[in-house]
């Protein structure tokens, strides 16, 4: 792919994941849930598929009276990675170490609670000098009133809000590589009404001689 000019690459990101786990998602009311877990696991899908590092971190997963483990759905596209478990809402401290060993400085998040462990780790990256964004639809609040709050507290932080279908995009602005084609059956799987886009863009493609 040719150099990509945006300021989210492949080769500059990190991808974090926090506390995408049932008993955490019961409460929230800013998004539907049944989207939510599309939307993050269409974006865990497209950071393996390209090779972005990611860091999955559970709060109180094991160790009480009932398990909460991540979403299925995120731990099928991670299989060999175990969620980093905590027992703080600021998941900074333990996933810090994780982050710095990708030598990367441009922080990618999503989380669920947005106004307690998302906002909190965002806002501690952001003092350690990290560039932040919160990927919006990819997080969830336990009233819409409480998700915009914190949106907004990040956002004065210094960090920036983006969704997931954004990031993808950013990360594969070159429609015709190798790493757009490589996402394509994700955006296709999970991207709702941008499926039906590329479904139709792809069905209008001129076919190379000698393929049909």
């Keep these: 792919m040719p150099e990509n000019p945006n300021p989210i690459t492949i080769d500059n990101s990190v991808l974090i994941l926090i506390d995408h786990q ?4 019961f409460s ?28 999955l971190t559970t709060v109180g997963a094991s160790g009480g009276p009932l398990n909460d483990p991540i979403f299925g759905q995120i731990s099928e596209v991670f299989p060999d990675e175990v969620p980093i478990d905590r027992v703080s809402t600021n998941a900074w401290a333990d996933i810090k170490p994780a982050v710095e060993a990708t ?12 106004e307690v462990c998302l906002a909190q780790t965002a806002l ?31 956002v004065q932080a210094g960090a920036s809000g983006i969704n997931w279908i954004s ?36 069905a209008n493609m001129a076919v190379p001689a000698g393929s049909a």
């Design 103 to 114: 030598g990367r400085r441009v922080l990618l998040m999503a989380g669920v609670w947005t």
């Design 22 to 25: 049932p008993w955490v998602a």
């Design 28 to 55: 929230i009311q800013s998004i539907d849930r049944t989207l939510l877990v599309n939307n993050v696991a269409a974006l865990g899908k497209a950071a393996m598929d390209l090779g972005v590092p990611t860091v």
């Design 167 to 202: 990031v993808v995009a950013e990360w594969t602005p070159d429609y015709t590589s190798a790493e757009r084609q490589a996402v394509n059956p994700g955006l296709l799987a999970r991207g709702g009404g941008v499926a039906l886009s590329i479904e139709y863009v792809l």
């Design 124 to 154: 501690s990256a952001l003092e350690d000098g990290y560039t932040v964004y919160f990927v919006s639809d990819c997080s969830g609040g336990v009233t819409q009133e409480a998700h915009d709050d914190a949106k907004q507290r990040m």
